[in-house]
């Protein structure tokens, strides 16, 4: 149990188009998600908290019109890169939690900004 | 500020040896530690919580301490095994509504063949 999947796991775009990357909790109901990014040897940097059917809490620094997250379902929350540039080149993860501490994270999306 | 400090430096260990891997931490009184197993190119995996009025939890090979007077968890792997190799994380998780989680870079441990 308690799996979550992300989507796509790769994409390459072009600067200044946009990105969506889906979360998903298969088999149980996620109350709150939260999307990270991490650089190569670096430790997960919380951006941004999201509870269903309410707006994202953003972390300081993380630019909310840049970063555009949607939590629609207990199922599904989305994170929409707008405007991508280079520096925006990372690995975005998802993670779920139901009701108790335990986060359970998705497989990540690499993206790399051309 | 809050600090959490693991070993940067990669953990070799020999097949069949126990692994113990370090979590410090600075200005912050959690309410629960996480340890987290992560490959290359992959999202963290959930391996064991221990909440701050725990001294021990154990699974299977897996133990983990927590000693909120030292500010320090130690994360131990008995008979290590190459499929071991990996990196490990811990996270330190807040009370409360927001139950915020702050991770630590990660220790890499290599078990050799």
């Known amino acids: 149990g308690a799996v979550v999947s992300q989507h796509p796991s790769r994409v390459i775009c072009k600067s200044g188009t946009s990105v969506k990357i889906e979360c998903r909790s298969l088999d149980f109901q996620a109350t709150t998600m939260f999307w990270y990014r991490q650089f190569p040897k670096q430790s997960l940097m919380l951006m941004a908290t999201?509870?269903?059917?309410?707006?994202?809490?953003?972390e300081q620094g993380v630019e909310k019109d840049k970063f555009l997250i949607n939590h629609a379902s207990l199922t599904l929350s989305t994170l929409t890169v707008t405007s991508a540039h280079p520096e925006d080149s990372s690995f975005y993860i998802c993670?779920?939690?139901?009701?108790?501490?335990?986060?359970?994270f998705g497989p990540g999306t690499r993206l790399l900004v051309l | 500020s809050q600090k959490i400090e693991q070993n940067s430096e990669a953990l070799n260990i020999q097949e069949g040896k126990t692994a113990t891997l370090t979590c410090n931490y600075t200005n912050y009184s959690p309410a629960y530690l996480q340890w987290y197993r992560q490959d290359p190119g992959r999202g963290p995996v959930f391996l064991l919580l221990?909440?701050?009025?725990?001294k021990e939890k154990r699974k299977e090979r897996l133990k983990v301490t927590f000693d909120t007077t030292l500010k320090q968890s130690l994360f131990h792997i008995t008979a290590s095994q190459p499929a071991d190799s990996a990196t490990y994380l811990c996270?330190?998780?807040?009370?409360?509504?927001?139950?915020?989680?702050?991770f630590g870079t990660g220790t890499k441990l290599q078990v050799i063949p």
């Open positions: 999201s509870n269903e059917g309410s707006k994202a809490t953003y």
């Open positions: 993670s779920a939690r139901q009701l108790q501490e335990t986060q359970y």
């Open positions: 221990i909440r701050e009025n725990e």
């Open positions: 996270a330190l998780g807040s009370s409360g509504g927001y139950q915020k989680v702050t």
